[in-house]
């Protein structure tokens, strides 16, 4: 089974810090992603990547960056953490004709 | 653009009882379907995954249907134990791209 993996379950940062979600997939998946989740809000698209180096913005790209300087390793970065960016985030992963594979999360907290 | 939506919003049943949950989605030129279970705090778990020319995927006492004309799927839960309580998420992806789109959920409590 894919098994992806994020580097983090709880963080808590600080209001301006830059912080690092790491996400790793063990089964040389094409196809990475980032979705924040809030109550109320659902799962929102936040980057893809579809190839190492490449990135696409998704639904909610603002304040955030992301790298994927190889094939297994998708990283979200946030530039200077805010207070509404507390939430959850998810990483995934998948391959054509394959369902997507979700870590387990990171639930992030900036004070 | 595709939207998915799911119905009810939460569920409450007894122990034993077999039980559906409902998700709708408005553009038929889907790719496959996925369905997920989320407990709280935690990421999402894959359940089963229906391709665009499939009816239907079955794993233990899971069951999934499709049916694409009618932009329906629907999971059947057999003899629901409290073990099952969780949010159910569906996902359509599209034949335009990668990404997924997401129901709202539906929050399960199955009571002993």
């Known amino acids: 089974d894919v098994k992806v993996t994020q580097s983090s379950r709880y963080l808590v940062k600080r209001t301006g810090e830059k912080v690092f979600l790491e996400c790793v997939q063990d089964?040389?998946?094409?196809?990475m992603f980032w979705y924040r989740q809030d109550p109320g809000l659902g799962l929102r698209l936040i980057y893809f990547?579809?190839?190492?180096?490449?990135?696409e913005k998704g639904d909610i790209p603002e304040g955030y960056s992301v790298s994927r300087e190889k094939k297994e390793r998708f990283s979200l970065i946030l530039e200077s953490a805010s207070t509404n960016q507390t939430s959850m985030y998810l990483c995934?992963?998948?391959?054509?004709?394959?369902?997507?594979?979700f870590g387990s999360g990171t639930r992030l907290t900036v004070v | 653009k595709q939207e998915v939506t799911q119905i009810p919003a939460a569920l409450s049943v007894p122990e034993g009882e077999n039980l559906v949950l409902n998700c709708s989605f408005t553009?038929?030129?889907?790719?496959?379907l996925q369905w997920f279970r989320q407990d709280p705090g935690k990421g999402l778990t894959s359940l089963l995954l229906?391709?665009?020319?499939?009816r239907e995927q079955t794993s233990g006492r899971l069951n999934a249907s499709l049916d694409k004309s009618s932009g329906r799927s629907t999971l059947y839960i057999a003899a629901s134990q409290p073990g099952d309580s969780a949010t159910y998420l569906c996902a359509v992806r599209d034949n335009a791209g990668n990404m997924l789109t997401f129901g709202g959920g539906t929050r399960l409590m199955v009571k002993p």
């Open positions: 553009d038929s030129a889907i790719y496959n």
């Open positions: 089964m040389d998946h094409e196809n």
């Open positions: 229906i391709q665009s020319s499939q």
């Open positions: 990547s579809y190839d190492v180096k490449m990135k």
């Open positions: 995934a992963s998948t391959e054509d004709r394959r369902g997507y594979t």
